[in-house]
């Protein structure tokens, strides 16, 4: 490793650049923290010097043309009368080095980025103008050819795309760029226009398929199944005097009596809806075997 005439450089020198297009970023970050571990030191101190020391770190088959010519460029400066202290020496060395590798290492980053693909994220248009025209730019590509034009409008939201094709038609990137702006701007105007109308509220629908369950409404009519039978049975008329013994006895409520709790009705010429016999209701047949008795166990034969 060089050293300096004041004393040894310290710190981790950086690793060999070999062109590898991969390792620009980290060598020049390695390059930065060796330089300002070491800026007291005369080697890094003097521009000339500095650049040099540089170079030695620049090696192979891929970078010894670009290392050499800047070494014959350094050398005519020096001849030519410039200082070795002037820090335009270094600045002139670092920004080629930058030109030749980092720049072509964000150039291919920009490329593979935009033939991935950009997205619009959310409803920020501005946010995807500003990324989409540095990619471009990195990238190196024109803005007026068809590939060109068709990424931007890959990254637009399918709704806004057609919008804009229908009503502006657009031909160059500026002008698909400034239709999608006003596009953008205008559906979110109005959006908030709306949302304003509505107080600032808005209604949700609920998540799935399902309908919501609505809240029963304690002052409406019942209209469920077993409410309904009950009513249908409760027309049938009742009279508790013509009923035998083995006939099963009514339980009382509403069945038993009229409206407003008269008199009880007559069941003389009541048809049963389960035996079809008369005398009794449907739901007091003792065919059913809730009205059955212990001792009952077998039934009339019920008429045809």
Known sequence: MPQAHQGKLVGEPPTIYDGDRKKTTLFINEWELY?????????????????????????????????????????RQIQGGIATNDERLWNEVASSF????ADSLAKENAQAILRAGVKMKGEDIDAYVVEIKELIRLAEYRFDVPQTIETFT?????????KILELDRPRSYEQWKQAAINRQQDYIHMKARLKAHRGGITTSRPRGWMPQQMLPDPNAMDTSAGRTRGR???SEEVNLATMTSNTYAPRGGFLQRGRGGGR?????????????QKGHLSCNCPQHTWNRTNNQHNWPPRQS
């Open 98 to 101: 930058t030109r030749r590798f």
């Open 154 to 162: 890959d990254g637009l939201p399918t709704g806004l795309y057609q």
């Open 232 to 234: 249908i049975a409760g």
């Open 35 to 75: 330089w300002a571990v070491n800026n007291d030191n005369a080697l890094m101190i003097n521009p000339y010097r500095r650049a040099m020391f540089f170079l030695t770190y620049v090696k192979g088959s891929r970078v010894n043309e670009w290392v050499m010519a800047v070494n014959r460029w350094l050398a």
């Open 264 to 276: 009880q009705r007559d069941l003389r010429e009541v048809e049963c809806y389960t035996c079809h």
